[in-house]
């Protein structure tokens, strides 16, 4: 069992920068891969990263590649989400989710343990 607490997140204008941290509780989240998604309202939830368990790999999507950048320290069972050049268009709850496949995925059915999510809203 993992449980999963997302922080970081906040009210930021357009170009600003954020950090998000997904503090996951558990003795195996070195075995975990590890990702970040988001919903905006009215929309349905989207992927916005993963990372392996090693943190060798890493994707993200087209609409965040070059801004977003997903990390993990396996020694403070922590995974981040370095949040740059915001926009409008991010704002949303962001999730961490924590997946018992060691390789990275994207897709949500594949996460089996979520965190209860952080909002972030960025202004123009």
């Known amino acids: 069992q993992v449980r999963l607490v997302e922080s970081g997140g906040g009210f930021m204008q357009a170009g600003g920068s954020l950090r998000l941290s997904c503090a996951a509780s558990?003795?195996?989240?070195?075995?975990?891969?590890m990702g970040w998604f988001r919903q905006a309202p009215g929309k349905e939830r989207e992927f916005v990263a993963a990372i392996n368990w090693s943190g060798a790999n890493t994707y993200n999507p087209d609409s965040v590649k070059g801004r977003f950048t997903i990390s993990r320290d396996n020694a403070k069972n922590t995974v981040y989400l370095q949040m740059n050049s915001l926009k409008p268009e991010d704002t949303a709850v962001y999730y961490c989710?924590?997946?018992?496949?060691?390789?990275?995925?994207?897709?949500?059915?594949?996460?089996?343990?979520w965190g209860q999510g952080t909002q972030v809203t960025v202004s123009s």
């Open positions: 989710a924590a997946s018992d496949r060691m390789l990275l995925t994207t897709y949500q059915y594949e996460y089996d343990y």
């Open positions: 558990g003795r195996t989240f070195s075995t975990y891969s």
